[in-house]
Nanobody, 124 residues
Framework: QVQLVESGGGLVQTGDSLRLSCAAS????????MGWFRQAPGKERAFVAA????????SYADSVKGRFTISRDNAENTVHLQMNSLKPEDTAVYYC?????????????????WGQGTQVTVSS
Protein backbone atom coordinates (compact mmCIF):
# COMPACT_ATOMS: atom_id res chain seq x y z
CA GLN A 1 0.00 0.00 0.00
CA VAL A 2 1.20 3.51 -0.85
CA GLN A 3 -0.36 6.67 0.50
CA LEU A 4 -0.06 9.82 -1.60
CA VAL A 5 -0.80 13.36 -0.47
CA GLU A 6 -0.69 16.27 -2.89
CA SER A 7 -0.15 19.91 -1.98
CA GLY A 8 0.63 23.21 -3.64
CA GLY A 9 -2.50 23.92 -5.62
CA GLY A 10 -4.19 27.28 -5.63
CA LEU A 11 -5.64 30.18 -7.58
CA VAL A 12 -3.21 32.00 -9.87
CA GLN A 13 -3.32 34.26 -12.91
CA THR A 14 -2.38 33.48 -16.48
CA GLY A 15 1.39 33.32 -16.84
CA ASP A 16 2.03 32.55 -13.19
CA SER A 17 3.82 29.50 -11.81
CA LEU A 18 2.92 26.85 -9.25
CA ARG A 19 4.82 23.94 -7.81
CA LEU A 20 2.83 20.87 -6.84
CA SER A 21 4.25 18.34 -4.44
CA CYS A 22 3.26 14.78 -3.65
CA ALA A 23 4.44 13.09 -0.49
CA ALA A 24 4.46 9.30 -0.46
CA SER A 25 4.46 6.89 2.44
CA UNK A 26 4.18 3.16 2.78
CA UNK A 27 6.03 0.90 0.37
CA UNK A 28 9.44 1.70 -1.12
CA UNK A 29 8.95 4.87 -3.11
CA UNK A 30 11.77 4.19 -5.54
CA UNK A 31 9.99 1.05 -6.78
CA UNK A 32 7.27 3.17 -8.39
CA UNK A 33 6.92 5.11 -11.56
CA MET A 34 5.23 8.36 -10.54
CA GLY A 35 2.76 10.33 -12.58
CA TRP A 36 0.66 13.45 -12.53
CA PHE A 37 -2.80 13.49 -14.04
CA ARG A 38 -5.48 16.15 -14.13
CA GLN A 39 -9.22 16.31 -14.46
CA ALA A 40 -11.09 19.39 -15.56
CA PRO A 41 -14.83 19.81 -14.94
CA GLY A 42 -16.82 17.67 -17.33
CA LYS A 43 -13.73 15.99 -18.77
CA GLU A 44 -11.99 12.69 -18.26
CA ARG A 45 -8.83 12.36 -16.25
CA ALA A 46 -5.84 13.08 -18.48
CA PHE A 47 -2.15 12.34 -18.36
CA VAL A 48 0.13 15.28 -17.58
CA ALA A 49 3.60 13.94 -16.81
CA ALA A 50 5.43 10.88 -15.53
CA UNK A 51 8.88 10.03 -14.27
CA UNK A 52 10.61 6.69 -14.06
CA UNK A 53 11.88 5.10 -10.87
CA UNK A 54 15.36 6.63 -10.95
CA UNK A 55 14.19 10.02 -12.18
CA UNK A 56 16.24 9.82 -15.34
CA UNK A 57 13.38 9.46 -17.82
CA UNK A 58 10.33 11.68 -18.09
CA SER A 59 7.30 11.99 -20.33
CA TYR A 60 4.90 14.87 -20.85
CA ALA A 61 1.58 15.50 -22.50
CA ASP A 62 1.98 17.68 -25.58
CA SER A 63 -0.14 20.38 -23.98
CA VAL A 64 2.38 20.95 -21.17
CA LYS A 65 5.71 20.28 -22.86
CA GLY A 66 8.14 23.13 -22.31
CA ARG A 67 6.04 24.56 -19.48
CA PHE A 68 5.85 21.79 -16.86
CA THR A 69 8.68 19.83 -15.28
CA ILE A 70 8.32 16.67 -13.21
CA SER A 71 11.00 15.67 -10.74
CA ARG A 72 11.39 13.29 -7.83
CA ASP A 73 13.48 12.94 -4.71
CA ASN A 74 13.70 9.30 -3.70
CA ALA A 75 15.46 10.19 -0.46
CA GLU A 76 12.53 12.40 0.55
CA ASN A 77 9.78 10.21 -1.01
CA THR A 78 8.42 13.14 -2.95
CA VAL A 79 7.55 13.99 -6.52
CA HIS A 80 7.05 17.52 -7.78
CA LEU A 81 5.41 19.18 -10.73
CA GLN A 82 6.76 22.62 -11.56
CA MET A 83 4.19 24.44 -13.67
CA ASN A 84 5.22 27.62 -15.47
CA SER A 85 3.40 29.91 -17.89
CA LEU A 86 0.06 28.66 -16.65
CA LYS A 87 -2.99 29.04 -18.85
CA PRO A 88 -6.71 28.98 -18.04
CA GLU A 89 -6.94 25.59 -19.79
CA ASP A 90 -4.62 24.18 -17.12
CA THR A 91 -7.41 24.60 -14.58
CA ALA A 92 -8.18 21.19 -13.11
CA VAL A 93 -7.81 18.94 -10.12
CA TYR A 94 -4.30 17.51 -10.24
CA TYR A 95 -3.65 13.99 -9.02
CA CYS A 96 -0.45 12.25 -8.10
CA UNK A 97 -0.30 8.53 -8.88
CA UNK A 98 2.06 5.59 -8.39
CA UNK A 99 2.61 2.72 -10.81
CA UNK A 100 4.46 -0.42 -9.72
CA UNK A 101 6.18 -0.91 -13.04
CA UNK A 102 9.62 -1.10 -14.54
CA UNK A 103 8.94 1.08 -17.55
CA UNK A 104 7.26 4.45 -17.65
CA UNK A 105 3.57 4.34 -18.62
CA UNK A 106 1.11 7.13 -19.30
CA UNK A 107 -2.29 5.41 -19.12
CA UNK A 108 -4.18 6.09 -15.92
CA UNK A 109 -5.52 2.54 -15.65
CA UNK A 110 -1.96 1.30 -15.09
CA UNK A 111 -1.52 3.31 -11.92
CA UNK A 112 -2.16 1.50 -8.68
CA UNK A 113 -2.36 4.28 -6.10
CA TRP A 114 -3.79 7.78 -6.22
CA GLY A 115 -3.79 10.86 -4.05
CA GLN A 116 -6.88 12.87 -3.22
CA GLY A 117 -6.05 15.65 -5.67
CA THR A 118 -5.27 19.34 -5.41
CA GLN A 119 -7.16 22.10 -7.20
CA VAL A 120 -5.36 24.39 -9.61
CA THR A 121 -7.30 27.34 -10.95
CA VAL A 122 -5.82 29.73 -13.50
CA SER A 123 -7.74 32.94 -14.07
CA SER A 124 -7.55 34.88 -17.32
Amino acid sequence: QVQLVESGGGLVQTGDSLRLSCAASGRTFSNYVMGWFRQAPGKERAFVAAINRSGGVTSYADSVKGRFTISRDNAENTVHLQMNSLKPEDTAVYYCAADLAIRLRTESFNYDYWGQGTQVTVSS
